[in-house]
């Protein structure tokens, strides 16, 4: 009846939406790895999926960044497990809101930005680099290390040279947190799943010994279709690894209409649930695009966020 449901809103949404979309196939099941898992210092439930979200806050000052996450708990009724917290390659870790985030007993995920890959690689940036790593070790707290998510990324290209030089710079970074003893941190690799579509990403993957989670972002954005579908090349992909899968970023756009969101949402925690290998999701609770398709923010949007608060309580995504 829910898949029906589903296919429903969908189709209506594709007689009034930015494009059509297509009546969902099954969820997709792909990612069952039961482990164990080499996931680092960061350890993946046994069963179920944690879950986090970045906030985009109403202004990017500690209390600022600290007040959105808050609101979101309050919203919710509970506390979150994961906070994802963006960065700039010359921005630091460990601020303000990262510690109280920290003495909440929440697992910081930092996505950190890198420069480009070649000046990485020829030792230009090595004290930046070392001086970031001793701030995480600093933490003494398990640390999930998103370096350069969407490397993938077509507007990165530029940056990031080749696949090639990109696992290159991957492996320098690392090797310099190992030599500062940086024992706290599981380093997650975070491509698209537009560029598994397009069957680029796999290329960007540094190796089995240098990563320890997997990772996708993606989103109902310009276009709209199931999220099984969408993570399908991915599922497949990460199925083969004995690493947890988190998928740090998504969402569904508010172009959409707040009945498809709902929908959308409700598949998205099917799907998780249906892949066990998936240890953990962050919903983008952001309206970082101006256009209708890049409108994430659930807040304010009744149904699709109360579809959130069904995924927020359910047992899955309650492991602790």
């Not at 297509?22 to 039961?34: D, K, S």
């Not at 963006?86 to 303000?96: I, L």
């Amino acid at each position: 009846m829910r898949r029906a449901l589903l296919g429903a809103v969908l189709a209506l949404a594709a007689c009034s939406g930015p494009q059509p979309a297509p009546t969902p196939p099954p969820t997709t099941v792909a990612a069952t790895h039961a482990g164990p898992y080499d996931a680092g210092p960061v350890t993946p439930p046994t069963r179920g999926a944690l879950l986090g979200a970045w906030v985009k806050p109403e202004s990017y000052s500690q209390p600022g960044r600290l007040a959105a996450m808050d609101g979101l708990q309050h919203d919710l009724g509970r506390r979150l497990d994961i906070v994802n917290t963006y960065r700039r390659f010359d921005e630091d870790f460990g601020t303000e809101s990262d510690e109280e985030f920290i003495r909440q007993g929440l697992t910081i995920m930092l996505s950190w930005a890198s420069g480009d890959t070649r000046s990485i690689t020829s030792g230009r940036h090595d004290d930046l680099i070392r001086a970031q790593a001793k701030r995480v070790r600093k933490a003494r707290v398990p640390v999930l290390l998103r370096f350069r998510w969407e490397m993938d990324r077509p507007n990165l290209r530029a940056t990031m040279w080749s696949p090639e030089d990109f696992t290159a710079a991957w492996r320098y970074v690392r090797r310099i947190f190992d030599e500062e003893r940086v024992r706290n941190a599981s380093w997650v690799w975070c491509p698209t799943a537009e560029g598994f579509a397009r069957g680029e990403a796999p290329a960007f993957y540094p190796g089995d010994d240098v990563v320890d989670w997997t990772c996708l972002d993606v989103y109902a954005g310009s276009e709209l279709r199931p999220i099984g579908e969408l993570m399908a090349p991915f599922l497949r992909w990460a199925a083969g690894r004995d690493k947890p899968i988190i998928v740090a970023e998504f969402g569904v756009a508010r172009a959409w209409g707040s009945q498809v969101r709902a929908e959308w949402l409700r598949d998205a925690a099917r799907t998780f649930k249906a892949n066990p290998q998936i240890k953990a999701v962050c919903y983008f609770e952001s309206d970082d695009d101006k256009g209708p398709t890049g409108q994430f923010r659930l807040t304010g949007d009744e149904p699709a966020f109360d579809a959130f608060v069904e995924l927020s309580e359910d047992r899955w995504f309650n492991p602790r």
